[in-house]
């Protein structure tokens, strides 16, 4: 075979391939699958989320909100609306004005920050209880932290209603990309700081063998998420092509949604967003499903 016949080859299956995404994009048979697939997906982790949390209820009963339960409820609650909007897409693009879908959107994204920044606080008072320093200030902290997110955000949104301009866009995903950032170094700091004090303990027992392979692959695992998040999100906010709404493109939904995130997306960066959120979210409730002993718990107090 000569080269020009192989690049007639190439040529053809490109325009194949091009025709193919063309179909299935403009095809509202596949929508349906697709869409409803992503439901399936969120709803799938968002009853499994709720089954967990009923179960620890049941386990632990007298100690009130725990840490364990909030973060489960509120991994229920993250997936049971992704899962809800996918369901009446079609009424989420007719809602107006257009800034009720960006909130719509982001809201889960934000949420599931604050879902993964508490396993972080988790983390933290376990490894400073363990070294005898006062863990008064890490809870302040975490609502400060979430409390000044939020608000940039809801400024942000009201920007954009008032001045709906590419630049706000722009700063949005930046912004977005930055909470990523912090959320990956949280859970390398702590995260390898609980690893490494758990690995210093001798490991004969079944159950601290357990645990260190429990906070090792749940650090790796949320930490590559966010950090993946972010790059992406800087990668997307100066990607002219990234300008895609994704409510229109069932592929990218798919694909990116099964990755985690929100509003608009390239197709580059939806293939190197593969396994961000769902997969995750699913992966990390498989490894934390060990329900707590039902005496001698020091760890699990009330959220004050």
Not at 154 to 162: E, R, S
Request: a positive charge; hydrophobic letters at 50%; aromatic letters at 16%.
């Amino acid at each position: 075979m000569n080269s020009s016949s192989a690049n007639f080859i190439m040529a053809y299956r490109l325009t194949n391939a091009s025709d193919w995404w063309i179909e299935v994009n403009n095809s509202p048979i596949w929508q349906n699958r697709i869409f409803h697939t992503l439901a399936g997906l969120y709803g799938f982790v968002a009853v499994v989320a709720l089954i967990q949390l009923v179960r620890i209820e049941l386990r632990v009963p007298e100690y009130g909100w725990t840490t364990q339960k909030v973060f489960h409820f509120l991994n229920f609650v993250v997936n049971a609306v992704r899962s809800v909007v996918f369901v009446f897409r079609t009424d989420v693009q007719r809602i107006k004005p257009e800034i009720l879908q960006h909130v719509l959107l982001d809201t889960p994204s934000l949420a599931f920050f604050t879902t993964y920044a508490l396993l972080v606080l988790f983390w933290a008072e376990i490894y400073y209880q363990a070294r005898a320093v006062s863990t008064d200030g890490l809870r302040p902290s975490f609502f400060t932290i979430n409390g000044v997110v939020y608000a940039i955000q809801v400024a942000l949104w009201l920007i954009m209603w008032w001045k709906p301009i590419h630049l706000m866009i722009v700063l949005s995903k930046i912004f977005f990309a930055g909470v990523s950032l912090f959320a990956a170094l949280g859970f390398l700091l702590y995260g390898g700081r609980l690893f490494l004090m758990l690995q210093r303990f001798p490991v004969e027992s079944k159950g601290r063998r357990k645990k260190l392979q429990e906070v090792g692959y749940v650090t790796t695992i949320c930490f590559l998420c966010f950090l993946t998040r972010c790059i992406m999100m800087c990668f997307n906010a100066f990607d002219k092509a990234a300008d895609l709404d994704v409510l229109n493109h069932p592929v990218l939904n798919f694909l990116y949604y099964l990755a985690g995130s929100s509003s608009k997306v390239s197709l580059g960066s939806v293939l190197w967003l593969k396994l961000v959120e769902i997969l995750p979210s699913a992966l990390v409730l498989f490894i934390l499903r060990k329900l707590p002993p039902k005496r001698g718990i020091t760890q699990y107090h009330p959220i004050r």
